[in-house]
């Protein structure tokens, strides 16, 4: 009897050992995953919305792996050129629903101008909010020209009643961010509309050349569809 009490002993020791070995392990374990780092990309110093982001201006941060997520940047070269839609503070690491792709907000010195009608003589049909337009300088009497030595970006492409034009049934930013290039043709073909309005990301120093070269109503617009915001490829019709 005080032998098979013994042996009882013995098991329940051994199991309660085994317990207390298990459970050192568990918060050894734990306490290993804690210590795990993980990279991040981060801003260097604060940057204002509408800021294209470039390498120079990121670095990278170790978090513990638990508090990285899903929506945080781990890749450089992810976050290089897209656009902050909203201010970014320094050593924060980088959110994607805080960055956009194509650049519809302006950037710093840039302001959103809506270009009035009576400046314009013809705009590609085919332009859309996120492309690259060229804009030339059309007059009686002098040789047209390009207004801007580099494309500048479309804010917003509206109908007379004030609506974006787009497929609403195929957004085209939507085909765009998708990598859809074949609906994207599609969305351009079958927008809602024709265009009106015309908003552009412009500097000052844009606006005034524009207004100044145009003001007097010698002088017009032809905003050019540029095939770059197809990826290379595309179509331009006035």
């Known amino acids: ?21 298990y459970g050192v392990y568990l918060l050894q374990l734990r306490q290993i995953r804690l210590t795990e780092t993980a990279e991040v ?9 509408g800021t294209a982001l470039e390498r120079e201006m990121l670095t990278t941060l170790r978090l513990p792996s638990g508090a990285v997520t899903a929506e945080m940047i781990t890749e450089m070269s992810e976050a290089a ?14 959110l994607r ?19 009035p009608r009576d400046y314009v003589k013809s705009v590609s049909s085919g332009i859309r909010a996120g492309d690259r337009a060229i804009v030339y300088l059309s007059a ?5 020209r390009r207004l801007f030595d580099e494309p500048v970006i479309v804010a917003a492409v509206k109908t007379a009643a004030n609506q974006e034009i787009d497929n609403p049934k195929s957004s085209n930013l939507l085909s765009m961010a998708e990598g859809d290039k074949e609906r994207m ?15 552009l990301n412009l500097t000052e120093a844009q606006w005034l050349a524009l207004d100044n070269a145009c003001k ?22 006035s």
């Open 81 to 94: 050129g897209l656009e902050a839609s909203a201010p970014l503070g320094g050593g924060e690491p980088l």
């Open 41 to 49: 990309v981060v801003p260097r110093q604060f940057v204002p919305a």
């Open 97 to 115: 629903w805080k960055l956009d792709k194509f650049r519809l907000l302006p950037r710093r010195g840039e302001a959103t101008f809506q270009v």
């Open 140 to 144: 009686d009497g002098l040789a047209s």
């Open 185 to 199: 043709y599609a969305s351009r073909r079958d927008a809602n509309g024709s265009i009106d309005a015309v908003n």
């Open 1 to 21: 009897m005080n032998r098979g009490r013994q042996i009882g002993i013995s098991v329940s020791a051994a199991v309660l050992s085994g317990l207390l070995v």
């Open 216 to 237: 007097d109503g010698a002088a017009k617009l032809v905003i050019a569809y540029d095939a770059a915001s197809f990826g290379g490829e595309g179509e331009t019709g």
